[in-house]
């Protein structure tokens, strides 16, 4: 399972989520290493802007796509011919 997690960029005033490598608790799949959880919660503020990391997400789908079930793809397919 993955995780997602938060970076607080204060001088953007601007959260940037990333997606967090399996078994690990600060390394990002774009490579990333995260300050603690707690520390960016308590930076954090409402209304401040939120976007997605573009690496990380591009990482986490190709994984998910790896990770698909071939038998399944093939039903999607036939379905949608």
């Known amino acids: 399972m993955y995780e997602m997690r938060a970076e607080f960029t204060p001088e953007r005033s601007e959260t940037l989520w990333h997606v967090l490598a399996k078994r690990q608790t600060t390394t990002t799949l774009c490579g990333y290493v995260l300050p603690q959880a707690?520390?960016?919660?308590?930076l954090m503020s409402e209304g401040t802007a939120e976007r997605y990391c573009a690496r990380c997400m591009a990482a986490f789908r190709s994984m998910v796509g790896q990770d698909a079930d071939p038998a399944a793809e093939a039903g999607r397919e036939s379905a949608a011919v």
């Open 38 to 42: 707690s520390t960016v919660a308590a």
